[in-house]
């Protein structure tokens, strides 16, 4: 089946089995390495991709569903403002250690601020609640999260 | 040589009836269980071994309709849609908001809930308290059937080889109150040990109208309509004596079926707790 759809900017068309997980389609047809598999059932995050504008597994999304999407992954994502104020607060709030789980929590801290650009500490930990980290103990993601969204006028 | 699956994808839900009744295809909405179902290894691409119809796209299966008696939900209206929509039960919403994750709410429909028959599905709980009603279509017509003649057993249930489910009918009825809670180890994506709906309406003084449906407990929602009925217009003042022995009235309907995430003890000893409470808080209601 032929699938079309955006990849961070950029209209493409795939030709393969509907059912592949967009997971693969995007990191082995278009090298989009930053999105990650951890569980490959839903558990962790590790894959979260934003599809028009909402946080989704890509390891659980078969391609032929996100057909006339937009996607979002991290490479796309860390062209802008939004990302730089994120990754900035993090560095500072000591929210990354092996990296593998920041993809996904960027995107996750992307998708929750879209909609509340300020937000409390209990919707931050419900806006990550879908990722894992097995390094930081996540205080620092949350500190990360809570320092970004103070940025003026950036969300 | 690696085969690949036959999917479709309909561009309206006559089609996608027509080809469920040419093909016996699998019908797809958000993929948050078929999915991890058919998984393979990392990099081999799921095969659920018979065609894939693809139902999430469309437009006649995604909507919310308020109508003076009731409320449709299209089968694959999001979970995330759903907490949207001002005439969804505020019951239904918090079930919601317990429910998987962010990104599992995004994809995951009510639908697909119901038509996996889970005994940990959480809504199913909430939909047998609402006394809600499904919807089947197929390619000759639509025929209506209440949720709890839906569910036979632990993934099994009356939808036939050629039927979708279209919508959710929800019957609006007056409420004073009602109590949702789910037991589970980690607050997200954690499946219920128990999930507890209940629902209660309290008129001069009087109890008029109780629910109670339990998730997890058994291969299908436990519901006891007989003891409701017991526990409607008897004086309060007896009732609140009682609701220890109320509570334990349920403990023969709990049978579950045997899994990782408890025991049985565990799951009689904490839901007749359950119980006990709701009946406490609704004593307590002024009304
Ligand atoms: C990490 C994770 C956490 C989860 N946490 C929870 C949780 O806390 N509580 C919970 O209840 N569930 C949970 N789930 C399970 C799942 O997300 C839900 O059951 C969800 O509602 C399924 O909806 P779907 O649209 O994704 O279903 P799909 O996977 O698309 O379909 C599920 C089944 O229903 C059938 N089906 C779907 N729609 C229709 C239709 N309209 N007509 C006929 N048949 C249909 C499919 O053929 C399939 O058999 C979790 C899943 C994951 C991966
Ligand atoms: S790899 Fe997708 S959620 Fe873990
Ligand atoms: S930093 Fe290592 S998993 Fe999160």
């Not at chain 1, 650009?117 to 419900?126: A, F, K, L, Q, T």
């Not at chain 2, 809504?123 to 499904?134: F, I, M, R």
């Not at chain 2, 036939?160 to 789910?182: H, M, N, Q, T």
Request: hydrophobic letters at 35%; proline letters at 5%; a neutral charge.
């Amino acid at each position: 089946m032929k699938i079309k759809f955006t990849v961070n900017g950029r209209p493409e068309t795939v030709d393969t089995d509907p059912m592949r997980r967009l997971l693969d389609v995007l990191r082995d047809d278009f090298g989009f390495l930053g999105v990650k598999e951890g569980c490959g059932e839903g558990e962790c995050g590790a894959c979260s991709v934003l599809v028009n504008g909402e946080i989704v597994f890509s390891c659980i999304t078969p391609v032929g569903t996100v057909e006339g999407s937009e996607i979002l992954t991290i490479e796309g994502y860390r062209n802008t403002e939004r990302y730089r104020a994120i990754e900035a607060a993090m560095e500072e709030a000591g929210g990354v250690q092996c990296g593998f789980c920041t993809p996904g929590f960027v995107l996750a801290a992307e998708a929750l601020l879209r909609k509340n650009p300020h937000p409390s500490e209990d919707e931050i930990r419900e806006g990550i609640s879908g990722n894992l980290c097995r390094c930081t103990g996540y205080s620092g993601i949350v500190e990360g999260i809570k320092k970004a969204a103070e940025s003026e006028g950036v969300w | 040589m690696v085969t690949q699956n036959v999917v479709y994808r309909p561009g309206s839900l006559e089609e996608a009836y027509r080809l469920r009744t040419d093909t016996g295809a699998l019908p797809l909405a958000g993929g948050t269980d078929l999915m991890v179902r058919y998984r393979k290894t990392a990099g081999l691409v799921p095969d659920p071994g018979r065609p894939v119809l693809f139902i999430g796209h469309l437009k006649d299966l995604r909507r919310v309709e308020e109508r003076a008696e009731e409320v449709r939900i299209g089968s694959c209206t999001t979970y995330t849609e759903l907490l949207s929509q001002k005439a969804v039960p505020e019951i239904l919403k918090r079930c919601i908001t317990l429910l998987a994750s962010p990104p599992i709410r995004n994809r995951g429909t009510v639908g697909g809930n119901i038509c996996n028959s889970s005994p940990a599905g959480d809504t199913l709980p909430v939909l047998h308290a609402l006394e809600c009603s499904l919807v089947l279509g197929n390619i000759r017509g639509e025929r209506t059937v209440p949720i709890d003649r839906f569910i036979t057993g632990p993934g099994e249930n009356a939808l036939s080889e050629d039927e979708i489910l279209k919508e959710i009918v929800i019957p609006k009825a007056a409420f004073s109150g009602w109590c949702y809670r789910k037991i589970g180890t980690r607050r997200a994506n954690a499946l219920a040990k128990i999930s507890f709906a209940g629902l209660y309406l309290i008129e001069s003084g009087e109890v008029h109208d109780i629910r109670i449906a339990i998730g997890a407990v058994a291969p299908t929602v436990v519901r006891s309509r007989e003891i409701e009925k017991t526990i409607i217009r008897i004086p309060r003042t007896s009732l609140q004596r009682s609701t220890v022995e109320m509570a334990a009235r349920y403990r023969p309907l709990i049978r579950p079926i045997t899994d990782q995430r408890s025991t049985t003890g565990y799951r009689a000893g904490v839901t007749l707790v359950l119980i006990e409470q709701f009946l406490t808080a609704v004593l307590q209601k002024k009304g």
